[in-house]
């Protein structure tokens, strides 16, 4: 630790010293030096040092190594807080702007974790002022400083919902605000020399660089966001900034979305996010143009979905069934044709759908996709009807997708029978295509009928349809039908029988086990029984209680029940009907 005289004799050198023969070790002393009188409360003695004229070379100098310290006092908004707002201004004046830039670029990237927002803020204005200082490395500057800003914001997390973004406990929606206005001299710097018709390398870089902004602010944050067309929020509002910023700088919405050439340089979340926030929040649609078919809209937006879809993010799978959903809703019904499911990014878009129905946790996200799903459908012409409905029924691997899909071929099988909407692929011989992968059991007779319980009571129920419904259809097609369904039915009441046997006896022996043994006993002896490998939803019937298992193996009786007396249902009609062709 040096007294007095010791550090009068350091700055006496280094007003002598020119800037050239100033050493590191000098730099290192001078930051020393500045925030030791900042930690010892001396804020205004600091201040007073730095205006000295006696100092201004040293200053000049060296001044910058001071920024950090300056910033991080100014952000604990102390006494010291306008003697060091003060400080930092002075130096902006005094030193070399490429300096400042690059020892606030330093600030910026090693912030406290703790004081992110409030570092930003108190540095903003001041980085602003230096970087339009700047001449031939202004675009370069400008670039690195948003890039290393928006580095620290994507360490905050983001506000989910409205209550979230008013209270702004971690300060990221005024960062967003402040980051506007920051760009907008720039912006506006772009603007004014391409009105000119005449801008030079370094202006097409600050253009870059300014676009390059845009599409970070896109993927780092607002796909993170959950947005809302309720009036206007803090992420809204910047959302809105950045649409009309990519107006601003003269970029085609509609060639950063739909045309290859464009969307190659720009990473697939950016471009997700961007038709996102154009066709479901509806942000700068009046500048879109109208000369965009929706099937052609749809087919260029599949691409995006399919990308959202594929993420486990909650946010990026709301903003794909959005975009999806809004993207179907425009094109007309029974439109779509068998050519649209041959689109690659349409094949994988359905998979994935599928996969958030089917694997999904989260039961809003699974609602919304059967809700974009069903509406899928209805976008489908009857002949993409019929082939999506085999894919879906030999690839779901789902009873209740293929359940879903069985309620769809009722509903197609009953508009087909209604005046002038007569089609060949849902009467007659098309629709036997369909029967045999609706009439059959996955593993014959030794099918889970619990876990297939879905698909087989709609498989019934279409079937008890077909026969009550009396669809007109050549004699061979209905020989046809009655073979299939009588195979099915066969095998079908072969699986009830040896499933009922099974669950009986386990139920049998439940409750002889409830009467005979002790709860410490009967609790140790369930995991040697069979009935442990028994599962339903997932969850082992062995880490049931007693009385939960109990009411499961009376529920699946119950079940074996509906579904015998489905067929004996079937069998009925099917006699009433014998004689008449369907």
């Known amino acids: 630790m040096m007294n007095e005289d010791q550090v009068e004799d350091i700055i006496q050198r280094w007003r002598t010293t020119p800037e050239e023969d100033l050493k590191p070790e000098d730099f290192t002393q001078f930051q020393t030096f500045g925030s030791t009188c900042l930690t010892e409360g001396k804020s205004i003695q600091l201040l007073q040092f730095l205006q000295d004229k006696k100092n201004q070379g040293m200053v000049r100098s060296m001044g910058c190594v001071l920024m950090a310290p300056l910033v991080n006092e100014a952000v604990k908004k102390d006494k010291s807080l306008h003697h060091c707002q003060v400080a930092i201004t002075h130096l902006i004046k005094t030193c070399s702007p490429d300096e400042l830039l690059q020892s606030m670029l330093d600030l910026t990237e090693n912030m406290d974790a703790g004081a992110i927002s409030e570092s930003i803020l108190m540095l903003i204005p001041h980085l602003q002022t230096v970087l339009l200082c700047l001449e031939e490395t202004k675009a370069a500057g400008v670039g ?52 000119n018709h005449y801008s030079t390398a370094e202006d097409e870089e600050l253009r870059r660089q300014l676009l390059e902004f845009c599409m970070r602010s896109l993927r780092d944050l607002l796909l993170e966001a959950k947005l809302s067309r309720d009036g206007p929020s803090p992420l809204r509002i910047f959302a809105t900034e950045i649409m009309v910023t990519l107006m601003e700088l003269r970029e085609s919405i509609a060639e950063l979305l739909f045309f290859s050439s464009h969307k190659k340089s720009r990473s697939k979340e950016s471009t997700a996010c961007l038709a996102y926030l154009l066709f479901v929040q509806r942000i700068s649609i009046e500048n879109f143009p109208a000369v965009f078919s929706p099937v052609f809209v749809l087919e260029s937006n599949i691409e995006h979905v399919d990308h959202l879809l594929r993420s486990k993010k909650e946010s990026h799978l709301l903003k794909g069934l959005a975009l999806y959903g809004k993207s179907l809703e425009s094109v007309q019904n029974n439109s779509l044709p068998i050519s649209h499911l041959e689109l690659r990014s ?147 009441r072969v699986s009830i029988g040896i499933s009922r046997t099974y669950y009986s006896a386990e139920l049998k022996a439940l409750r002889e086990d409830q009467k005979l043994k002790a709860r410490e006993a009967r609790d140790a002896a369930q995991s040697t029984r069979l009935v442990k490998s028994i599962k339903v939803k997932h969850e082992k019937v062995s880490s049931m209680s007693p009385e939960a298992q109990h009411q499961v193996l009376q529920s699946a009786l119950v079940t074996f029940d509906l579904m015998e007396s489905l067929i004996v249902r079937i069998e009925e009609i099917t006699n009433e009907k014998h004689n008449i062709p369907i």
């Open 346 to 492: 349409v094949c994988s878009a359905a998979q994935n759908l599928r996969q958030v129905l089917t694997d999904c946790p989260m039961k809003h996200l699974r609602e919304s996709a059967l809700q974009v799903f069903q509406l899928f459908i209805h976008k489908l012409d009857v002949e993409a009807k019929h082939k999506f409905f085999r894919c879906m029924l030999k690839t779901s691997n789902h009873a209740g997708i293929e359940g879903f899909i069985m309620k769809n071929i009722k509903n197609q099988v009953e508009f087909s029978m209604q005046p002038g909407n007569a089609s060949q692929w849902f009467i007659g011989e098309e629709l036997l295509s369909l029967l045999r992968l609706v009439l059959c059991l996955p593993q014959a007779a030794d099918t889970d009928l619990l876990g297939s319980m879905d698909r087989i009571m709609e498989s019934l129920n279409l079937l008890r349809y077909l026969l009550l419904r009396g669809v007109r259809s050549p004699t061979d097609v209905w020989e046809e039908m009655t073979r299939i369904k009588d195979e099915y039915l066969k095998m079908l």
């Open 144 to 195: 690195l400083a948003l890039s290393a800003l928006q580095k620290q914001l994507s360490r905050l997390p983001v506000p989910y919902s409205r209550q979230q973004e008013e209270a702004d406990e971690f300060g990221l929606c005024r960062c967003c605000n402040t980051l506007t206005a920051f760009t907008k001299p720039f912006i506006q710097e772009v603007v004014r020399k391409s009105g």
